[in-house]
């Protein structure tokens, strides 16, 4: 039988197979060795699902409870050991919370979950409605277990409804029952009616959910759900006007720069974004957004005519060795001049020539001063290196994310 080091040559290279034709003895034996490499470990432990030997249960419990032994690995056994009754009392105890290695306070919380720990319910709702999606996927783990164990109606009452994140448990609980979830379009937070748009099922509900809904917010998500159902853009449009063309007004935000980053962010947003802002991507007509590189040309030729000798453009990825955004990057005599893509949009960094930017507007482009750009755009949430906040016009127009 081939060595499992043959069998995991590498980080990300497995034998899937092979190591599922591997004695679960030797896999343990491997696993419990923190001298080998944790992500061969990893692999060993995902060999060994459905089939652990339980004379090495407590080496493999005994990893899990090391706080000096890899995160991925002592997850990975979480997983695998998630019907070990006998851990449950070391996963409650309180010493858990000083455990701060990456990841495993979810584990954690979901094991207990699996494990049939109602004390766990509500810290496992909270996860459960973070937008980290790995958070989100262990407190849906932890959930079912516990719902698969005792019912539904037991966790739903022990959770009750005076937090967000009990509501949005519920409301995905009456979705699994086949029942009516319109009514949490209404509810206070936007979290909830985010999933109870994104779980509607029933259009002719919708509909008839526009007459009746007590809030503006609360017709503007069935109107979205209604368009996630049908992608009839035509009824869509006849909804918006119905409803007076809702949308967050922005001080300071002309159509211009409105209607560039209304489609670019608005059907992408957050979910604690006003609705309107999604409504009002669907309902709109885009503006047009010529060749990229023919403005990059543009640019480049007025800023040449301008005797300023530019450097060829580089996107932002390839400016920043990563990621990429909306704009790409001109150097002009130790200037950088940022070119949007969503637009004629063209700013600087740092002050730039005057030339340089007489030389932009003269090619068409409209120059963001620092005014323009400190605007922020209200309720219209972005994901930004960790952030999920209204952003500036500055940002949205020039973005760039690793």
């Known amino acids: 039988m081939r060595s499992i080091e043959a069998l995991i040559p590498q980080a990300g290279s497995q034998n899937t197979a092979g190591l599922r034709e591997a004695g679960p003895e030797e896999l343990a034996r491997y696993v419990a060795d923190?001298?080998?490499?944790?992500?061969?470990?990893?692999?060993?432990?995902?060999?060994?699902?459905?089939?652990?030997?339980?004379?090495?249960?407590?080496?493999?419990?005994?990893?899990?409870?090391?706080?000096?032994?890899?995160?991925?690995?002592?997850?990975?056994?979480l997983d695998l050991l998630a019907d070990r009754t006998e851990l449950l009392p070391w996963l409650r105890h309180e010493d858990r919370s000083s455990d701060t290695s990456y990841g495993m306070e979810e584990a954690f919380l979901k094991a207990r979950g699996l494990l049939g720990d109602r004390s766990a319910a509500r810290e496992l709702a909270t996860l459960a409605a973070?937008?980290?999606?790995?958070?989100?996927?262990?407190?849906?783990?932890?959930?079912?277990?516990?719902?698969?164990?005792?019912?539904?109606?037991?966790?739903?009452?022990?959770?009750?409804?005076?937090?967000?994140?009990?509501?949005?448990?519920?409301?995905?609980?009456?979705?699994?029952?086949?029942?009516?979830?319109?009514?949490?379009?209404?509810?206070?937070?936007?979290?909830?009616?985010?999933?109870?748009?994104?779980?509607?099922?029933?259009?002719?509900?919708?509909?008839?959910?526009?007459?009746?809904?007590?809030?503006?917010?609360?017709?503007?998500?069935?109107?979205?759900?209604?368009?996630?159902?049908?992608?009839?853009?035509?009824?869509?449009?006849?909804?918006?006007?119905?409803?007076?063309?809702?949308?967050?007004?922005?001080?300071?935000?002309?159509?211009?720069?409105?209607?560039?980053?209304?489609?670019?962010?608005?059907?992408?947003?957050?979910?604690?974004?006003?609705?309107?802002?999604?409504?009002?991507?669907?309902?709109?007509?885009?503006?047009?957004?010529?060749?990229?590189?023919d403005r990059l040309r543009r640019a480049t030729a007025a800023l040449t005519a301008a005797g300023l000798a530019p450097e060829p453009p580089v996107s932002c990825g390839d400016d920043n060795q990563q990621g990429d955004g909306t704009y790409h990057v001109i150097g002009v005599g130790g200037h950088r001049l940022l070119i949007s893509t969503l637009g004629p949009f063209a700013t600087a960094e740092e002050n730039a020539p005057d030339a340089a930017r007489r030389a932009l507007e003269s090619a068409g482009f409209r120059w963001i001063d620092g005014e323009t750009g400190a605007i922020r755009v209200t309720d219209l949430c972005v994901y930004h290196f960790g952030g999920r906040n209204p952003l500036t016009v500055d940002a949205l127009l020039f973005y760039w994310q690793d």
Request: hydrophobic fraction near 35%; glycine fraction near 6%; charged fraction near 35%.
């Open 34 to 77: 923190p001298r080998h490499p944790w992500w061969r470990r990893r692999a060993c432990v995902l060999a060994l699902t459905g089939r652990v030997p339980e004379r090495y249960v407590p080496e493999l419990i005994a990893c899990v409870q090391d706080p000096q032994d890899t995160a991925e690995v002592r997850r990975a056994l």
């Open 130 to 293: 973070s937008p980290w999606q790995r958070v989100r996927h262990a407190g849906d783990a932890g959930l079912d277990g516990l719902v698969d164990r005792y019912g539904a109606d037991a966790i739903l009452a022990r959770l009750g409804e005076d937090r967000p994140e009990d509501r949005e448990f519920r409301v995905r609980m009456r979705y699994r029952a086949d029942e009516d979830v319109t009514y949490a379009l209404a509810d206070p937070d936007r979290r909830v009616g985010y999933v109870a748009q994104s779980l509607a099922t029933d259009a002719d509900r919708l509909r008839a959910y526009l007459d009746e809904a007590p809030t503006t917010e609360a017709k503007v998500w069935a109107a979205y759900a209604l368009y996630g159902l049908t992608e009839d853009r035509a009824e869509a449009k006849a909804v918006y006007e119905r409803l007076g063309r809702p949308r967050v007004e922005v001080e300071g935000l002309d159509e211009e720069l409105r209607g560039a980053i209304v489609h670019e962010y608005g059907p992408g947003c957050e979910r604690l974004s006003d609705p309107r802002w999604r409504l009002e991507a669907v309902c709109t007509e885009p503006p047009a957004r010529p060749d990229p590189d």
